[in-house]
């Protein structure tokens, strides 16, 4: 049974950091694209990254850029996500989905249509 299961989430000041983990289990995780999608409360989901299948080719929101990193360890079956230098406004659920689509990635990586499968998310809390 395919299931996708975040965890490290959790309470942290502006400024500090976390790395959150997607755990994969009932399907071969290198033949899938990862995103890293958040929802605040009263907003909708963003997606803020996502690794491609094959190269791992990344992507990420403008707003992420250069503060979280995405990557894959295919052998344990298992996507992280560090987030580095939180702020208050990065607060939110976080959810990792996959897809086997590969079709025009670079402009639908960051549409939550464009997956399948999505993991139950976990609370992300910036503050002082």
């Known amino acids: 049974q395919l299931q996708l299961v975040e965890s490290g989430g959790g309470l942290v000041q502006p400024g500090g950091s976390l790395r959150l983990s997607c755990a994969a289990s009932?399907?071969?995780?290198?033949?899938?694209?990862i995103g890293w999608f958040r929802q605040a409360p009263g907003k909708e989901r963003e997606g803020i990254s996502c690794i491609n299948r094959g190269v791992g080719s990344t992507y990420y929101t403008d707003s992420v850029k250069g503060r979280f990193t995405i990557s894959r360890d295919n052998a344990k079956k298992t996507v992280f996500l560090q987030m580095n230098s939180l702020k208050p406004e990065d607060t939110a659920v976080y959810y990792c989905?996959?897809?086997?689509?590969?079709?025009?990635?670079?402009?639908?990586?960051?549409?939550?249509?464009?997956?399948?499968?999505w993991g139950q998310g976990t609370q992300v809390t910036v503050s002082s």
């Open positions: 009932g399907f071969t995780l290198e033949n899938y694209a």
């Open positions: 989905g996959i897809t086997r689509r590969i079709m025009n990635v670079h402009v639908m990586w960051n549409k939550d249509s464009w997956y399948d499968y």
